[in-house]
């Protein structure tokens, strides 16, 4: 499952953070993060609204950011 959110990684780097900081902003530990982002845990959708805020993601690539599989 490791690399399920290549595209969430990429928005990451782009926006100029880090994962850690991307944590620390949405109010969950980096290692819930980097759960979330291999796939073993989910995303709630308070996250996945705080992380499309803090990294000013337009609503149209949401899907392809946060949902759409990537293998």
């Given at each position: 499952?490791?690399?399920?959110?290549?595209?969430?990684?990429?928005?990451?780097?782009?926006?100029?953070?880090?994962?850690?900081?991307?944590?620390?902003?949405?109010?969950?530990?980096?290692?819930?993060?980097s759960?979330?982002?291999?796939?073993?845990?989910?995303?709630?959708?308070?996250?996945?609204?705080?992380?499309?805020?803090?990294?000013?993601?337009?609503?149209?690539?949401?899907?392809?950011?946060?949902?759409?599989?990537?293998?």
């Open positions: 499952m490791k690399g399920k959110y290549l595209n969430l990684r990429s928005e990451i780097i782009r926006a100029g953070f880090t994962c850690y900081n991307v944590a620390e902003a949405i109010g969950i530990s980096p290692q819930a993060l759960q979330k982002m291999n796939g073993y845990s989910l995303f709630s959708a308070e996250e996945i609204a705080r992380i499309g805020r803090l990294l000013n993601i337009n609503k149209d690539d949401y899907y392809t950011i946060f949902i759409e599989p990537v293998t």
